[in-house]
């Protein structure tokens, strides 16, 4: 008989502090006091998909948005521990939580290790300034590249997001956002 293959989980967290103009995501801007209702709701959704996860489990679990990274971490804790207690994760599995550069500080990206993260996936897109607010995000270089040196400070797994083709962006651009890229240890 063959082994049972392990499983990955997708938790989506719909929150940002704005609409990005090209955002096709489902997202709202109206962040909720507490997360009862919600955490309640994907617990049970959880739960009812006991009956074909079975006893397999899950080697890859990635948070993502929305911007997780906004949402206070006893949503994620709540869930994490739920999953440990009925033995749904993976001894090694891959733990994964977007982030956005605004909030990519030292103080949050502890709160989220030890939690239980293992990953942290930051979503730049950018180091110009042009490009950024031709997209409409809400951090600037600034954050860009004060999350980096935020990243490359943790022991964890780590990736970031570039966009290219972009409104105000050129060919310099984005070779400079590749060349910053290259001299830092982010390798995905
Ligand atoms: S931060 Fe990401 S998920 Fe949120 S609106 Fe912008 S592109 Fe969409």
Known sequence: MRAAFPL????????????????????????PSNFTEFQSAL?????SSRG?????????IYFGGGTPSLVNPNLPEKI?????AHQLIDGDAE?????????????????FLNIGFTR?????????????QGLGRNHTSHHSLRAIEELEKIKS??????????PN???DSALQDIRIIACSTINH
């Open 157 to 166: 797994k780590k990736s970031i997001d570039l966009m290219y083709g972009c």
């Open 8 to 31: 990955s989980l997708y938790v989506h967290l719909p929150w940002c502090e704005q609409k990005c103009p090209y955002c096709d995501f489902n997202v709202s801007t109206d962040l």
């Open 169 to 171: 962006q050129s060919e």
């Open 120 to 132: 942290f996936s930051v979503g730049i897109q950018s180091f110009d300034d042009d490009v950024l």
């Open 80 to 84: 994490l521990d739920f999953l440990r």
């Open 43 to 47: 617990l049970a959704d959880i739960e």
């Open 95 to 111: 733990i994964t939580i977007e982030f956005n550069p605004k909030e990519t500080k030292a103080e949050n990206l502890h709160r």
């Open 52 to 60: 074909w996860i079975k006893d397999r489990k899950f080697s890859s």
